[in-house]
């Protein structure tokens, strides 16, 4: 029983050496379905994964939310660079649809290829979408109560509340 994991990992392992062999043996079958395959098609969709592997490259190299950062500023241009690059990903899912939607050819190996990738893509994109939305919802908290700190500590140090507490004062 304490070995049960291991088995399962060489199993997998093993599974998957399988699979690439099998892989290498149909190469030359691969390589004939994809010349069937739209060069326009595939060249989008070539496209679009380029364009996802940027867009992820810049958002793991923004630095992350730091709840100490005192630089309001600082929190702002990520904001901007982060809603930039949810635009971004908006863009690439709408291009995603579109390629979705265009007729494929009639061989079934093509669409089962095609189908395959853009689900995949799809997912990294998705993925992609919820940790960005997440870095956006704590930088526009983090901004929120770092303004409504700067606002309730100037309205307690402002001239006319002071004249005011200095009336009242001699009205007491």
């Known amino acids: 029983n304490d070995n049960s994991n291991e088995w399962i990992l060489i199993e997998h392992r093993l599974q998957s050496i399988q699979d690439k062999v099998q892989l290498l043996s149909n190469k030359s079958t691969y390589q004939r379905c994809e010349i069937k395959i739209n060069p326009n098609l595939k060249h989008e969709v070539l496209e679009i994964s380029c364009q996802l592997d940027h867009l992820e490259l810049l958002a793991h190299s923004l630095e992350p939310v730091d709840d100490n950062e005192i630089n309001q500023t600082i929190n702002r241009t990520k904001l901007h660079r982060f809603i930039r690059i949810h635009d971004d990903l908006e863009i690439l899912n709408e291009r995603i649809v579109l390629v979705s939607d265009?007729?494929?050819?009639?061989?079934?190996?093509?669409?089962?290829?095609?189908?395959?990738?853009?689900?995949?893509?799809?997912?990294?994109?998705?993925?992609?979408?919820?940790?960005?939305?997440?870095?956006?919802?704590?930088?526009?908290?983090?901004?929120?109560?770092?303004?409504?700190?700067?606002?309730?500590?100037?309205?307690?140090?402002?001239?006319?509340?002071?004249?005011?507490?200095?009336?009242?004062?001699?009205?007491?």
């Open 102 to 172: 265009r007729p494929l050819s009639p061989i079934s190996d093509d669409q089962i290829r095609l189908t395959t990738d853009l689900k995949l893509i799809l997912n990294r994109l998705h993925s992609m979408k919820r940790m960005v939305k997440i870095y956006l919802e704590q930088l526009e908290k983090l901004l929120a109560s770092n303004e409504l700190n700067q606002s309730s500590s100037l309205s307690k140090h402002s001239p006319l509340r002071t004249s005011n507490n200095n009336l009242q004062r001699v009205y007491q």
